[in-house]
């Protein structure tokens, strides 16, 4: 799987309500803090429109021209404050977060559960308070791997001329930070690079706040938005939170698949079918109110904007035909690649297979049938055929 994202928070909050919406899997889900110990691993999507129908063509590899491409969902088990220092399961499983490349930060909206994820009654707690630690823990997280050897480490670098990003991104190689994030945070935090043994214990928390940042971008979700309060709901919008129903979600896309509804997950409604119980409808009927209201139950939208926006990839479709626009065997746009925006034809090639890459001659946008060369930049939606040598 190319792109990872996790859901993360406080026990409790809707993890795994959340994964099992995106992905369907069966996945424990009960109202008590820790239910989740193993990470759940799956398969979620992102939603574009596919390029078929624009072309007059039917993929079949899409919904009636929605397109689903697949990314990489990680559930992990709950947090709570001072995880770093071992608290609740401690932050072993913070190592889950390795390959993820951003999480949505799952914070239940309706105050009905403490910092730790103990039922309370609805609207009791204030869910601006859960918005923080979760940063704060990640960072703490980091900045003890990062301190475990930083005598030793950061003596050598003087000692023996090492490259100072290279050994900080070589320490924190297991949790998915690189050298260019390194390059980065240093840049911006100004830190003395000739005297890395001087730091002081809030320089190296302070690069590892900016490493965090940079590597695991985050977007807040605020869940249970069907129980609640109006007032709790618009104080996390207000810092950019999206307002989700991950139990409506799972509702949905269950109805949908027992054919009781159609529903395209991110659709803002769902079209009945004939038939249904008068409890059905009157549970259904809940759902299209608060879909009416939010533009659908935010799940796919956290998705999509996680991989969209926080992440900037591009949805790129390779193809061996490029008038049919399939591959040999005739499958009509069979595979979308998710690539950071600015990659090249190229880079395109190194994702399919390194040998492609290595052999590449030059790239066909399909479209057009233009040449393109391997500087050029690919945009959102391109369909390319890739020349390279055998
Ligand atoms: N009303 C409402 N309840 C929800 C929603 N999403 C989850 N829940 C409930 O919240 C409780 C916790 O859900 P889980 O998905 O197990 O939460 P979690 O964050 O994975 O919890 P841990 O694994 O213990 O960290 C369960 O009782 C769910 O049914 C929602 O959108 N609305
Ligand atoms: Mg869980």
């Known amino acids: 799987m190319s792109v990872s994202i996790a859901l993360a928070g406080k026990p409790n909050c809707g993890k795994s309500t959340f994964f099992k919406a995106a992905t369907l899997a069966n996945v424990e889900i009960a ?23 624009e072309l007059k063509l039917n993929c079949g590899n899409c919904r009636d ?34 390959q993820a490349k951003a ?14 994820g103990a039922p309370v009654p609805v609207g009791s707690h204030n869910p ?13 997280w980091l900045s003890g791997i990062l301190k475990r050897n930083w005598e030793r480490l950061s003596r050598k670098v003087q000692a023996e001329g090492l490259k100072l990003e290279e050994t900080i991104a070589g320490q924190l190689e297991g949790a998915g930070i690189t050298e260019a994030h390194v390059k980065t945070a240093l840049t911006r935090l100004k830190l003395p690079r000739d005297k890395p043994h001087m730091w002081t214990d809030e320089q190296i928390i302070e690069l590892s706040d900016m490493l965090r940042a940079e590597s695991k971008p985050l977007i807040f979700a605020a869940n249970k938005i069907d129980v609640a309060s109006q007032e709790n709901i618009e104080r996390l919008s207000k810092v950019g ?13 269950l109805a ?111 479209r057009t049938k233009m040449r393109l060369g391997e500087k050029h930049e690919l945009k959102n939606g391109d369909i390319v055929k890739i020349v390279a040598v055998k």
């Open 103 to 116: 999480i949505i930060h799952v914070i239940d909206a309706s105050g009905g559960t403490d910092i730790e």
């Open 256 to 366: 949908d698949k027992t054919g009781a509804i159609k529903y395209i997950p991110g659709d803002a409604d769902f079209v009945e079918s004939p038939n249904l119980s008068g409890v059905q409808k009157e549970a259904l009927a809940k759902m299209r109110t608060l879909m009416k209201k939010y533009g659908g139950t935010g799940i796919q939208k956290c998705i999509n904007e996680t991989v969209f926006k926080l992440l900037d990839l591009i949805v790129v479709y390779p193809v061996e035909d490029e008038n049919r626009f399939t591959d040999k065997k005739g499958n009509m746009l069979p595979d979308a690649f998710l690539l950071k925006r600015g990659s090249t034809p190229k880079d395109l090639a190194f994702m399919i297979h390194t040998d492609i890459g290595k052999g590449f001659l030059y790239a066909v946008d399909a």
């Open 31 to 53: 109202n008590y803090p820790f239910t989740t110990i193993d990470a759940n691993h799956g398969v979620a999507y992102v939603r574009t429109t596919c390029p078929c129908r």
């Open 241 to 253: 939170a999206i307002p989700i129903s991950a139990a409506a979600e799972v509702a949905l896309r």
């Open 65 to 98: 021209g929605v397109r689903f491409v697949p990314i990489g969902m990680i559930d992990v088990a709950g947090l709570v404050p001072d995880a770093h220092k071992g608290r609740g399961l401690g932050n072993a499983f913070l190592d889950n977060l390795r």
């Open 128 to 140: 601006l308070e859960d918005i923080k630690f979760l940063e704060h823990e990640i960072t703490m």
